[in-house]
């Protein structure tokens, strides 16, 4: 019997990036499952500036370059590296986009003086797209991908509305695992607009928790 395949996405993975419990949490549960023999997990996470490629030898792939995506009805063209979770065989492919993400701080979500970035639900919606699109990128297709708290959250939208009637997608189902309850889980609908779906609730901002609980198939 083939291994059960697992794309696990999160916004922060220690110790490559950490503001809160969600690090820690993606290192020490994708090291569990990939010590099974009967699981293949992999991860993704964006490609922050701070991220030091040298410490952690980030390796470009030749395959993962140059990576067509289609957002906010533009073309970006993106690459993927790959590294391993220090002391740990987990492989991650960092998504890498020097517009969205190359000049955040490690605080990711605010500047140092508590500012909250207004863009923050635009960066993350790209790399809820981006995730997708490049799945064929790497010619493998996960039987669940495991999306981990509201920088994840529209995944299991853009499964259900966009990308079910392709093949390649067709069987990959979706999990949602909430880490945190504050503000950031509200989007406008501009992000939405931005990749073109629906949100379950009206209003100018959408709990995000919300969408993913109601496309999500657990």
């Known amino acids: 019997m083939p291994p059960l395949k697992l794309y696990y996405l999160a916004a922060e993975v220690a110790p490559f990036s950490e503001t809160y419990q969600l690090a820690s949490f993606s290192r020490k549960f994708t090291n569990r499952l990939n010590l099974k023999t009967d699981v293949d997990i992999r991860v993704s996470q964006p490609k922050y500036g701070f991220v030091s ?11 993962l370059k140059d990576i067509p995506v289609i957002f906010n009805n533009e073309k970006h063209i993106i690459n993927m590296k790959s590294a391993f979770i220090p002391e740990t065989r987990v492989q991650v492919y960092f998504i890498e986009n020097n517009s969205l993400y190359k000049k955040l701080p490690d605080l990711i979500y605010k500047a140092r003086n508590g500012r909250v970035f207004s863009d923050i639900d635009a960066r993350f919606s790209f790399f809820n797209k981006a995730a997708l699109d490049t799945l064929q990128s790497l010619f493998w297709a996960p039987d669940i991908i495991i999306c981990n708290d509201w920088q994840t959250s529209l995944v299991p939208t853009l499964l259900k509305e966009q990308f079910a009637g392709k093949d390649f997608y067709s069987n990959i189902k979706s999990v949602y695992m909430i880490h945190s309850i504050n503000n950031y889980r509200k989007f406008s609908i501009s992000a939405y607009n931005m990749l073109d779906i629906e949100p379950s609730q009206s209003g100018r901002q959408i709990d995000n928790h919300i969408q993913a609980m109601e496309h999500a198939d657990l």
């Not at 490629?53 to 030749?62: D, F, G, M, Q, S």
């Open 53 to 63: 490629e040298r410490k952690y030898i980030l390796r470009e792939v030749i395959r």
